[in-house]
């Protein structure tokens, strides 16, 4: 059989059945011969006995009692004779043809691309011809002295292939299981008949896939139609941006060129969370190999009962197309199914976006990492993510989109889908371009494809305040504007410039708030987080602390694993509580807490995020951690200048406020924090909004004592005489 065959193109001279006709010639042949021996075997009256398969004749059972062992009703040996070999017409002559076989055709192609031996291809014939022609299926009973037996057994098969009861039992071999035209599921058997027969009984036929194959229906295979997806080959695809870097995708394309051009196996293990990006990547694979696309979904087939057969089946129908095969979550397969995929020939990719797979897919496999694209990557993505939704957008807010959120290219899709939605919706009251999405739905969409992982560990929290909301001392506030600065341009700097090669390791941005309770804190990581369009996720420490042994440890893995994706803010509230300083060892329990410090520590260092540690104690804090930080902003309690400006911000526009209330008196009389402010004046708009007026001096005056007693202090008759009569302790509240 000649080897290094193409797979067969559609456009060849001559259609894919008269390929098949010298075969059916060769075989036709063959059964003319095998004819003129069943008549003498059964007797020239044997077709036109009327109870011929009721009952056992004398005669039938002298005939059984002569015939040697081994052999058939009618005795074959003489069919490879010279004679008849002369009559099958294989004196090699046809320069074109070879046992039947048309070189270049797809009988060719599947003999070489599954090893077949002539054997093969003659038993393989005999089986398909009654798919192709039904009077086949009557000579097959005439042959085999039985009319309910239409289909050709396995004792037909040896009894027209082979001479001699050696031959026929050495030919056996062909059937077994690990045969390739039973291994490769070419072949299947079976009986009619419940009652248990002899393997020489069973039916044999071809697989419904391989007859359409070698009938050029070149059509997905119903049985997988439930796992698999068959995509044609996409010159498109080329076109895509690609999740991979230039350098890495160049190298990975030439390597799959060769071995597809050289029919080499060659298995690629995708590492990496978007499972998007995988089917990219092997989509301008097969698009550069100029071959179909196969994928395997593993999650749908690992619950049917028949998997090994299904994904067998599966495997050779990639074969038959020269099909590049993609297996979603390979992580999960099983030994069995590994072991077919390490002898898959061709190109096949294995997707892995959890667990790494087992050892038995990975040795001999190039694994390919699939990180987070660089930011012109991002860039490119957006615009054809857009440009396949027929949207637009400006390009600075795509070149911020690009910058601010590390997106894989399947959140890009998502996002921009997202967006689209939402435009539509809004459609009558949008103020841009027609087609273009605006600013507002592209980062409302971008920051829903961020932190899924980590809501379940953390407060998703949605900014509301602004700049203006902020009262700080300016060298605070420049600070944050500075690191405002830094988390804006980090992929600049780190990607773009290279200093991401200098920085042993993380390149995130860590930063520590400290101050007194009140003083802004929490409000600044959200005016950042509201200023930059992403959101803060606020760890909750009660569910990361754990008592038991290394379990805080694990959780906190989970947060930093999490975080790194969020494309937002993490905000460590009371801080101390996680990074407290560590201490001399007295006995175990001092052991294990240093060692979460030091695993703290470690996390920190490698954090590749934005994260926000606050403590209102900083001198609580490991000074070891002080030295990992980019920032360190101390929010101090304001002096009177600046709880003026706090009690002059605090008033939303729409609340109904005294102008008697003197904003520069509250401050200068009542000491307290910004906090302490927002609760006074929430306070006291509700003892108006029940008393049907305006807020009032009185209101703020009782806010303020409610406020005192929370902190267990009394209001000084000194703090309340620029305001007139105090209020005696035990009068009724304002309204009530």
Not at 88 to 111: E, H, I, Q, Y
Not at 160 to 165: A, D, H, R
Not at 185 to 209: K, N
Not at 421 to 450: D, K
Request: aromatic fraction near 6%; include cysteine.
């Amino acid at each position: 059989m000649p080897s290094g065959l193409e797979i067969p193109a559609l456009e060849r001279d001559s259609t894919p059945f008269e390929d098949l006709l010298p075969a059916l010639v060769r075989l036709d042949r063959r059964l003319a011969l095998a004819v003129d021996r069943a008549r003498l075997a059964f007797g020239t009256d044997a077709a036109s006995a009327p109870f011929r398969g009721l009952f056992i004749s004398d005669r039938d059972v002298d005939l059984m009692l002569a015939r040697e062992p081994g052999t058939s009703a009618f005795h074959a040996s003489d069919l490879e004779s010279g004679v008849v070999a002369e009559a099958l017409g294989d004196d090699g002559a046809d320069a074109k043809c070879s046992n039947g076989v048309v070189f270049g055709s797809r009988l060719a192609w599947l003999a070489d691309t599954f090893a077949l031996s002539p054997f093969d291809v003659d038993a393989l014939v005999i089986a398909l011809a009654p798919a192709l022609d039904l009077r086949y299926e009557r000579l097959y009973a005439f042959l085999q002295d039985d009319v309910s037996r239409r289909r050709p057994t396995l004792d037909l098969v040896l009894t027209l292939l082979c001479g001699s009861p050696s031959d026929r039992a050495t030919s056996r071999r062909h059937f077994s299981a690990d045969a390739p035209l039973v291994r490769r599921h070419l072949l299947h058997f079976g009986t009619d008949a419940a009652a248990v027969q002899s393997p020489l009984a069973e039916w044999v036929t071809v697989d419904e896939q391989v007859v359409n194959f070698l009938l050029g229906h070149d059509v997905l295979d119903r049985r997988l139609a439930r796992f698999c997806r068959l995509e044609p080959c996409e010159s498109s695809a080329r076109a895509l941006p690609g999740a991979l870097e230039e350098a890495d995708w160049h190298a990975l394309r030439d390597a799959v060129l060769r071995a597809y051009a050289a029919g080499d196996a060659l298995r690629l293990v995708f590492r990496g969370v978007d499972a998007n990006a995988h089917r990219f990547t092997a989509q301008q694979l097969a698009a550069a190999c100029g071959a179909p696309l196969l994928t395997i979904d593993a999650s749908r087939l690992a619950p049917l009962a028949d998997l090994s057969t299904l994904f067998g089946i599966a495997l050779r129908d990639a074969e038959l197309r020269r099909a590049v095969t993609v297996v979603s979550e390979a992580s999960a397969m099983s030994a069995d199914i590994a072991d077919m995929l390490v002898e898959q020939r061709g190109i096949v990719v294995l997707s892995a976006t959890s667990a790494p797979p087992s050892a038995t897919l990975t040795n001999g496999a190039l694994v390919v990492p699939f990180g987070i694209p660089s930011l012109p990557r991002r860039r490119a993505w957006w615009g054809h993510a857009l440009a396949q939704c027929s949207r637009t957008a400006r390009e600075e807010v795509l070149d911020t989109l690009a910058a601010r959120f590390r997106l894989m290219p399947g959140q890009i899709d998502g996002a921009v889908a997202q967006a689209s939605v939402r435009e539509r919706l809004l459609e009558q009251h949008a103020t841009n371009a027609p087609g273009e999405l605006s600013a507002e739905s592209l980062f409302a969409a971008a920051r829903a494809q961020c932190g899924l992982e980590l809501e379940s560990l953390a407060s998703r929290t949605t900014p509301r305040h602004e700049w203006a909301d902020l009262v700080l001392p300016d060298d605070a506030m420049q600070q944050l504007h500075e690191m405002c600065d830094r988390i804006a341009h980090r992929e600049l700097v780190v990607e773009s410039w290279g200093f991401g090669r200098r920085l042993a390791r993380g390149g995130g941005v860590n930063a520590l708030f400290s101050g007194p309770s009140g003083t802004g804190k929490t409000m600044a990581a959200e005016v950042m987080a509201a200023a930059l369009g992403v959101d803060l996720f606020r760890i909750d420490l009660a569910g990361v602390v754990s008592k038991y042994i290394g379990e805080t440890e694990k959780n906190l893995d989970r947060v930093f694993a999490a975080a790194e994706h969020a494309n937002g803010i993490v905000f460590f509230d009371e801080a101390d509580a996680l990074f407290g300083k560590r201490s001399e060892v007295h006995d175990s329990h001092d052991r294990y807490a240093n060692i979460e410090i030091s695993y703290l520590l470690q996390k920190m260092e490698a954090f590749d995020g934005v994260a926000i540690l606050a403590t209102n104690l900083r001198g609580n804090l490991d000074d070891a951690f002080v030295r990992r930080l980019a920032f360190a902003v101390h929010f101090p309690f304001p002096d009177a200048a600046l709880r003026e400006r706090i009690w002059r911000g605090i008033w939303p526009p729409g609340a109904p406020v005294d102008h008697a209330i003197d904003p520069a008196l509250l401050a200068r009389q009542f000491a307290l924090s910004g906090g302490h402010i927002k609760n006074i004046a929430l306070a006291a708009a509700f003892h108006a909004a029940k008393r049907g007026d305006s807020v009032e001096l009185i209101d703020v005056l009782h806010a303020v004592r409610r406020e005192y007693q929370k902190l267990g202090r009394t209001v000084t008759d000194v703090e309340l005489s620029p305001f007139g009569e105090p209020p005696r302790q035990g009068t009724a509240s304002p309204g009530l």
